[in-house]
Nanobody, 120 residues
Framework: QVQVTESGGDLVQAGGSLRLSCTSS????????MGWFRQAPGKEREKVSC????????YYADSVKGRFTISRDIAKNTLHLQMNSLKPEDTAMYYC?????????????WGQGTQVTVSS
């Protein structure tokens, strides 16, 4: 059974930093492209960042470009999202996802989410 689990969400002040992590079990980690999505109350889900299976190719939404960094540690089956210069508009539930297709809008596996709250 495939399981994807996020961690690292927290309450932080504007301008602060957080590092989200995502681990997986039940799937061969380096066979999947990975991504981070977020959804704020009353808003549509947004694709935040993607990374291909090898970690060479990445994508960032314009709203986070230059502030967020996605990375993966294949040896540890772990995905990270380093978030710097956080803004109140970054407040959302953040989801990790695994996909057969790079940067898919419909990933094959989802985590349960971790809450990020940025206070002004």
């Amino acid at each position: 059974q495939v399981q994807v689990t996020e961690s690292g969400g927290d309450l932080v002040q504007a301008g602060g930093s957080l590092r989200l992590s995502c681990t997986s079990s039940g799937l061969t980690f380096d066979h999947y492209h990975m991504g981070w999505f977020r959804q704020a109350p009353g808003k549509e889900r947004e694709k935040v960042s993607c990374i291909n299976w090898s970690g060479v190719t990445t994508y960032y939404a314009d709203s986070v470009k230059g502030r967020f960094t996605i990375s993966r540690d294949i040896a540890k089956n772990t995905l990270h999202l380093q978030m710097n210069s956080l803004k109140p508009e970054d407040t959302a539930m953040y989801y990790c996802a695994a996909s057969y297709e790079y940067c898919s809008d419909s990933p094959n596996y989802w985590g349960q989410g971790t809450q990020v709250t940025v206070s002004s």
